[in-house]
């Protein structure tokens, strides 16, 4: 069934939000922000001018003396009006997710979701996790104590594949324990956070509290290198997160960044067979493998391989690419042609690596979107864990077959990448999923569940080089937003 398909066909160009008041960006420099299953364009996005970017971070500094003095049940209300505007226009934000991104509606209202439940999850975390501790009598007349307090202003860089989630694993936590931000939504995707930010103003937060500008990485870089900034929140690749990892550490800022991945998926003879090979399409496939937690790599153990394949691959022949508007289609068009073209050089080093190409998604025939960047499921067999097939984030629909004798050769290839994001396995066996789960190398890991992703009262972050820092994203961000005095006290 074909829905309304627009909320709006055009959104003109996006405004910054500086100090609680929407503006035109200054800057000369505009992109064109696309809707990837029309090739259409949607808007213009500004990369802010160094005056705007250092104009966002003194409204968040100045802000949070304020902010941190509000107190807590107060900021609390703004957290549960921010819900409240949330639900109500929900299917509205889906609607413009799925224009900018491209995902399939139902992707989109589960991303809305999540952002929902993050808002929840830090309005316990508000009087829960950001109370102290106190220990009374520890000397004649003394008493211990912790405080946690805000350490200030925070800047927030998102990824272009889940425009609002993502910011929400850290901004609701932020406010709720008194500190400010400046959030900088990728480039690519930046109409459904600023669509959010529009809502977020009838919330009514104090002036300076949250501010969003727009840009690349200059404007990253320029906020990260602020001398009054605190730290970096940032999701996004690897290549990126290095370098952030650097410069924040030579300007002495806190980092919290969740990188790039490769997933590994074991499929243990014992598994339920039908159950898996739906779970793993759905972790492959959907969003376009555009997820940090999509499987990329299948490796099923022993005689798993001849149970497990076959099916695998008849659902992916099955898949049915479209508008992600349209209910009834299964798989969207990538972010952007240049993800398009990243993806096709990928199947071209999978060929000239000699893996074989047992579905090939390319130049899908996809009708009335001929347009759009489209490929479909495309699975290579034959692969070796060497390859870079099997080594590298294509962030695309591809799935890589390596067959493994044992549960031990497995986990040694699903621990062999520089990534550590998710890992699953499908067995109806505890003992060996207790020995995988204990075993591998990553940060989510999911037993007979293809996709690990940790609800927002969980701590969410890889391990290797899926993540750099200490603090984990979600719930645990508190701890990132604050810091700790231990107070002696002696009263006689
Ligand atoms: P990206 O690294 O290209 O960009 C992410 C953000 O960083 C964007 O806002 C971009 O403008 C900004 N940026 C780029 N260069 C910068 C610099 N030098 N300084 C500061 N900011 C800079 O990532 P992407 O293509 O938007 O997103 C896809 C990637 O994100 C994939 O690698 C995926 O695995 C990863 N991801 C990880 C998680 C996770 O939880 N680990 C979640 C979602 C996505």
Not at 21 to 47: H, W
Not at 359 to 375: A, K, S, T
Request: net charge negative; charged share 25%; glycine share 8%.
């Amino acid at each position: 069934m074909a829905l309304l398909k627009e909320v709006k066909e055009y959104y003109g160009d996006v405004e910054l939000y500086i100090d609680g008041e929407f503006r035109k960006s200054e800057s000369d420099n505009f992109m064109e922000v696309m809707n990837p299953a029309l090739d259409k364009p949607i808007g213009r996005v500004p990369f802010a001018t160094p005056e705007e970017v250092d104009e966002a971070v003194d409204a968040a500094v100045a802000a949070f003396e304020r902010w941190r003095d509000v107190p807590v049940p107060n900021r609390v209300q703004y957290l549960f009006r921010m819900k409240e505007v949330l639900e109500r226009h929900k299917e509205e934000i889906a609607r413009i997710i799925v224009q900018n991104h491209g995902k399939h509606i139902d992707e989109a209202r589960g991303e809305v979701r999540r952002a929902i439940e993050n808002v929840e999850a830090a309005i316990g975390a508000a009087y829960i996790l950001a109370k102290g501790e106190a220990l009374d009598q520890v000397a004649p007349s003394i008493d211990e104590y912790v405080v946690r307090e805000p350490l200030g202003a925070f800047v927030i860089i998102s990824p272009f594949n889940f425009p609002v989630m993502v910011p929400f694993w850290f901004m609701p936590y932020a406010l709720a324990v008194g500190a400010t931000v400046v959030i900088k939504p990728s480039e690519i995707t930046p109409i459904p956070f600023y669509w959010v930010n529009k809502l977020l103003d009838e919330v009514g937060l104090p002036p300076g509290v949250v501010n969003v500008v727009y840009g690349r990485a200059e404007v990253g870089e320029r906020l990260i290198t602020h001398p009054d900034i605190q730290g970096v929140a940032f999701v996004g690749s690897t290549a990126v997160a290095r370098k952030i990892y650097e410069l924040a550490g030579r300007h002495g800022k806190r980092v919290l960044l969740q990188a790039g991945a490769k997933n590994y998926s074991v499929v243990m003879p014992d598994a339920d067979m039908d159950r898996a090979a739906t779970n793993l399409i759905s972790s492959f496939f959907g969003n376009t493998g555009q997820r940090c937690l999509a499987n990329a790599v299948l490796v099923p153990v022993g005689d798993a391989y001849q149970k497990i394949v076959p099916k695998f691959v008849e659902l992916a022949k099955g898949m049915k690419l479209g508008y992600g508007l349209d209910e009834d289609v299964d798989m969207t068009p990538l972010v952007s042609r240049k993800a398009l073209e990243r993806v096709h050089r990928y199947i071209e080093i999978g060929l000239e690596e000699g893996a074989r190409l047992t579905l090939d998604g390319r130049n899908p025939v996809v009708d009335g979107y001929p347009d759009g960047y489209f490929i479909g499921p495309t699975i290579f067999e034959d692969v070796t864990p060497d390859m870079r097939i099997a080594q590298e984030e294509i962030f695309g629909p591809v799935a890589s077959i390596i067959k493994a004798e044992s549960l031990d050769e497995a986990i040694e290839m699903a621990n062999s990448t520089i990534y550590g994001n998710a890992s699953s396995i499908f067995t109806s066996s505890g003992r060996v999923a207790r020995e995988f789960r204990r075993r591998i190398k990553a940060g989510n890991i999911g037993i007979n569940v293809g996709i690990a992703a940790p609800m927002a009262f969980y701590p969410f972050a890889g391990m290797k080089e899926s993540f750099f820092g200490v603090i984990h994203g979600q719930i645990t961000s508190v701890h990132f937003f604050t810091d700790t005095k231990v107070v002696i006290e002696r009263w006689w």
